[in-house]
């Protein structure tokens, strides 16, 4: 081992805008042959971006993509992809009419209008490919018949197809019970040992450690650490972003202490997403006037909690409001029960202003009613006041976050849910939305739940914490426990 | 290919050409003359379901493409060329115009090709409304040459570019090229990941979707005598030829023609009761695509594992 092979991959000054904001910030690395590099980040850090634009299907601004030394960066996706690139989508979407046979056949095909025939050595090679993978008992089986898993076999049998040089793989692991993840760490490591180049994206370390040669961490577009797992797993900023510095806390264990049935009671909730485990016995519950934070990594069964909650999924399991079952509502019905969900994704109107948009949530309180509802909101958040007659997709992330928030407080809920409020938001915008939770805390007697990756942030407004992790709940306790025991273990 | 239809289809397939091919003897005129339009009709369906089922293309302007051929044939034939070289000129106009259409429309996502397609054939109407003199405007244009005076041999021709146009059509979907095709119109982002040109396939989609209808369109004027703007160009005729395509099977190009057959021969055979009749068609065919929203023969050739 006296020379070592030149990088196969080699990612340099890597830039990508939208519009504003920089999603990827001259971020580079390289990837030799026979070498697995890790790219973890929180939601929003830029990691996709990077994986998109590596594949062509976003357009760097800046910087150069080397594959064996030719730079791709701004080809289009079908010349990198015969170039050398192969991508393993998250969400698989086969050919639902044609066989698995036949799925991974297409893979195999030329970029040609004339070669209409399907040459007879694709057939063979085929087979081999998905004997490979495991899926040569479901050679005819058309993908909805599938299992989960099964489907993720055939996206890892359509890039082997490609025989690519480099294989980018998206959350390798997402959706996949631990027996599952064991046979897939085992396919990546056949791209390996192939002597492939390999970059697994995915959201934290923990779930990739074990595979990975070297990590790289990002976070709001820049690299924040490179090195072994365990080096980037102790390093400062990486254990700033996931778990915060300091933490505060101000539980108030009384209010679970009252008698009767908790105001929002869920139990033993199953949630199926097609043939993947999203939510798994998930029980827990929120007594008047307690701030409850659940936590846990970006998929671990948050959102989906919530939109169970909400009545936007199918559950299995019950889920009480006020005493009363709340299975068979329709959505609209339970958010007018006093549940009010505030999602991630915000699902703001851009086109609408700022005021109009805090008026649609008022719609159905009485016009002095809403006005005195606003005033207060406008005083809870003084920015959006500034911004009362710009079109709330004009806002930066942080003011859109405020107006979401304050356009579900219009709705005057009961029960208040934030799902992810920090979501791509820099320091001094959490600061920002933390003191204005503070404030819902000491002068109102709303009930908010909380659904944060950032424990910082959640910690210091919970009186109680439950900890989700693959679909399900693995710890509960106070907040001031949490810091105590689940601190380090997070990760 | 499922097992199921292995067997049955093509001898099916076979029954229906051999009874549409002796359909003259023991089928009187009036009908013959209905088959023969449903069977150009038919070609225009599973041109067009090329587009939609298999790239995953709406286009609202399958007219355009009928249009250009039709027009084209006509004004060739009013120049003084002769009708078999006529035909041909009509399907280089059509697919010329399809592909000037389809090159910079196929670089906008989702309804607004579908618009864009759509503003082709109001702009062609506008054309031909405006240089009336030439075109005929809305009277519609007259060409000296017909296909044939026969019923029969009109029939027999209508009938024969039906099952070439199939044979071609249903083999290209059947080839790597439609494998291709589906692959393109369901996962824009995956199929280019696989390494395919989505472009370069979507535009020989709508070349050759063209080339059929264009080629049928002009065989349409010469049967009919003239090429009119209510029959071909017109866009009640474009959501005819959808609905067709949507009835019968979408996704199944033969299907395509079976809606077509259903559409043009109840729309004839309900002529007594008057106006109600376009209305009773319409309202099955509504019921159809609401209740069994894969088609018939969707319906007929759905895996059994799916139903």
């Known amino acids: 081992m006296s020379d070592t092979p030149p990088p196969l991959l080699e990612v340099t000054g890597l830039t990508k805008r939208f519009g504003g904001l920089v999603a990827a910030k001259d971020i580079g690395f390289t990837i030799r042959g026979g070498e697995i590099l890790g790219l973890i980040g929180p939601n929003g850090s830029g990691k996709s971006t990077v994986m998109r634009t590596i594949m062509g299907i976003e357009r760097p601004n800046a910087g150069s993509i080397r594959l064996e030394g030719t730079n791709v960066a701004g080809w289009p996706t079908h010349r990198i992809a015969r170039a050398g690139i192969g991508i393993v989508f998250q969400h698989s979407r086969p050919l639902n009419r044609q066989t698995v046979l036949e799925n991974i056949k297409l893979a195999l095909l030329p970029d040609s209008l004339l070669r209409l025939a399907v040459q007879p050595h694709v057939e063979e090679q085929a087979r081999a490919i998905a004997e490979q993978v495991g899926l040569g008992a479901v050679l005819d089986r058309r993908p909805p018949t599938l299992p989960f898993a099964d489907l993720r076999r055939l996206e890892m049998a359509k890039a082997l197809a490609r025989d690519p040089k480099v294989v980018l793989i998206d959350e390798p692991f997402a959706g996949l019970t631990q027996g599952e993840t064991a046979i897939f760490s085992e396919l990546i490591d056949q791209f390996r040992r192939g002597g492939r180049a390999v970059l697994l994206v995915d959201h934290n370390v923990k779930s990739v450690a074990r595979l990975v040669d070297r990590i790289l961490a990002m976070y709001l577009g820049e690299r924040v650490a490179e090195g072994s797992a365990e080096e980037v797993m102790r390093d400062a900023t990486v254990r700033r972003v996931y778990l915060g510095g300091e933490i505060e806390i101000h539980a108030r264990p009384e209010l679970d202490a009252v008698p009767g049935e908790p105001l929002l009671d869920i139990r033993d909730v199953d949630v199926l997403y097609g043939k993947a485990q999203a939510l798994q016995k998930v029980s827990l519950h929120v007594r008047a006037g307690e701030f409850v934070s659940v936590v846990g990594l970006n998929g671990a069964g948050k959102t989906t909690l919530f939109n169970a909650i909400s009545g936007l999924v199918p559950y299995g399991g019950e889920i009480r409001w006020q005493g009363a079952a709340l299975a068979g509502r329709s959505a609209a019905s339970i958010a007018r029960n006093g549940i009010v969900q505030c999602p991630e994704t915000r699902e703001l109107f851009g086109d609408l202003s700022v005021q109009e948009n805090l008026d649609l949530g008022g719609q159905r309180l009485a016009h002095d009613q809403q006005a005195r509802q606003r005033e207060w909101l406008l005083e809870l958040f003084p920015i959006l006041r500034e911004r009362a007659g710009q079109r709330a997709r004009t806002l930066s992330g942080g003011e859109q976050q405020m107006l979401a928030i304050a356009r579900a407080l219009m709705m005057q809920p009961k029960l208040l849910i934030l799902d992810e409020p920090t979501l791509g938001l820099a320091p001094v915008i959490l600061e920002q939305l933390s003191n204005a939770l503070t404030q819902l805390r000491e002068t109102t007697d709303i009930t908010v739940l909380l659904g944060e990756q950032n424990v910082t942030f959640a910690l210091p407004h919970a009186d109680r914490i439950y900890l989700l992790e693959h679909a399900r709940i693995v710890w509960e306790g106070n907040a001031g426990r949490f810091a105590a025991e689940m601190g380090s273990g997070y990760l | ?307």
């Open chain 2, 1 to 307: 290919m499922p097992k199921i239809l292995r067997s049955p289809l093509p001898l099916v397939l076979l029954a229906l050409v051999i009874i549409g091919g002796v359909a003259p003897i023991w089928l009187d005129a009036y009908y013959l003359g209905i088959f023969t339009v449903a069977y150009y009709f038919g070609v225009f369906a599973m041109s067009w379901d090329l587009l939609f089922g298999f790239a995953g293309e709406v286009n609202f302007g399958p007219t355009f493409l009928i249009g250009l051929g039709a027009y084209g044939a006509g004004l060739l034939n009013n120049a003084g060329w002769p009708l078999p070289l006529c035909i041909v000129g009509g399907a280089v106009i059509a697919v010329i115009g399809g592909v000037a259409l389809a090159v910079p429309a196929l670089r906008l996502r989702g309804p607004y090709f579908g618009l864009v397609t759509l503003v082709a054939v109001l702009l062609l109407l506008d054309f031909i409304v405006i240089f009336a003199a030439q075109t005929g405007g809305e009277i519609g244009m007259m060409v000296p040459d017909v296909l044939s005076v026969s019923t029969a041999v009109n029939y027999w021709y209508a009938f024969g570019f039906l099952v070439i146009a199939g044979a071609i059509l249903f083999g290209l979907s059947r080839s790597a090229l439609g494998l291709i095709l589906q692959a393109t119109g369901q996962d824009r982002v995956e199929a280019q990941a696989l390494g395919f040109n989505v472009t370069k396939h979507k535009v020989a989609a709508f070349a050759i979707s063209a080339l059929f209808s264009g080629v049928a369109g002009a065989m349409l004027t010469f049967y009919q005598g003239t090429a009119s703007v209510d029959q071909m160009v017109d866009l009640s005729i474009a959501v005819q030829i959808i609905i067709a395509v949507v009835f019968g099977g979408r996704r199944t190009i033969l299907g395509g023609v079976l809606g077509s057959i259903f559409l043009v021969l109840f729309d004839e055979l309900l002529r007594p009761i008057g106006q109600l009749n376009t209305f009773v068609v319409s309202g099955v065919a509504l019921l159809v695509i609401l209740f069994w929203p894969d088609g018939v023969l969707g319906y007929v050739l759905r895996p059994r594992e799916e139903r």
